[in-house]
């Protein structure tokens, strides 16, 4: 017999993210039997009326790449992070992403951007802004010719570019060392430790952390509690 105290603190449990089988083996009983009692005394098991991502990706027509990319962004946070990074939206988030989407059109025509594109509304907007890179040899090189006398006209901007050319190819050569190689947690943080890190998105060398992406989830960790895996290397007879 299950008491009304026992099935209001089934739902507490459940409101602050648990999952069925958490709450379950909190009270010792399965995960149906939890459903069961939520769904018999409040009608539902969701947790405080939130959106899982598969939820949102369909009523909001967009993929759920377009939804990273958007979160990424900034443009709109999860609510609640619940399990191995799995992430509840808030229903106002659909508005939220309908009216990005209105005042951030294609860059090009400023049109309406698919949902099955992230940028540009269509291919023939694509080709326009990269127009340079489809232009014939002969266009490039008197491109390249006025490059090269406004450098000599301008020498001092003509540096300043330079190093800043340099800084930039630096910096995406390291963090593409970074994206690449595996990492796990060995110190402890806001992930469990002994989590293999597959993609490391971002770092702040003045702040000291790093940004990882874990599950559907990007989180910032102090730089010291990852650690890169270093695979031995296989030796070769000949």
């Known amino acids: 017999m299950i008491t009304q105290v026992k ?12 999952t069925l ?21 409040y009608g539902s098991t969701r947790i405080q009326d939130l959106l899982t991502a598969a939820e949102l990706v369909c009523l909001t027509g967009y993929t759920y790449r377009y939804i990273v990319k958007l ?11 619940v399990g ?33 594109r992230l940028v540009y509304c269509s291919r023939q907007c694509y080709l326009e802004a990269h127009r340079y890179k489809n232009q014939p040899e002969e266009a490039r090189r008197r491109h390249n010719q006025r490059v090269k006398r ?7 901007r003509a540096k300043q570019i330079e190093q800043r050319k340099q800084r930039r ?3 995406k050569r390291s963090l593409q060392r970074y994206q690449t190689a595996e990492y796990v947690i060995w110190r402890k943080c806001l992930i469990p430790l002994g989590t293999v890190v597959v993609r490391v998105l971002d770092y702040n060398w003045a702040g000291g952390r790093v940004k990882v992406e ?10 010291g509690c990852v650690k890169r895996i270093v695979k031995e290397a296989v030796a070769t007879k000949y």
Do not use: N
């Not at 089988?21 to 005394?41: A, P």
């Not at 979160?71 to 992070?81: D, E, L, N, S, T």
């Not at 406004?150 to 001092?156: D, N, S, T, V």
């Not at 874990?214 to 730089?223: D, H, I, R």
């Open 7 to 18: 099935v209001d603190g089934l739902y507490q449990i459940r409101q602050s993210g648990a």
């Open 150 to 156: 406004w450098m000599a006209q301008h020498p001092e």
């Open 169 to 171: 190819q630096q910096a």
């Open 21 to 41: 089988d958490r709450v379950g083996s909190r009270f010792g009983i399965t995960r149906e039997g939890v459903r069961h009692q939520l769904t018999k005394h």
């Open 71 to 81: 979160k990424r962004r900034g443009v709109i946070q999860p609510a609640m992070v």
């Open 84 to 116: 191995r990074g799995r992430t509840l939206w808030k229903p106002e988030t659909i508005a939220t992403i309908i009216t990005y989407i209105d005042r951030h059109g294609c860059p090009v025509c400023h049109g309406p951007v698919p949902s099955d």
């Open 214 to 223: 874990w599950g559907e989830q990007v989180l910032e960790v102090p730089f």
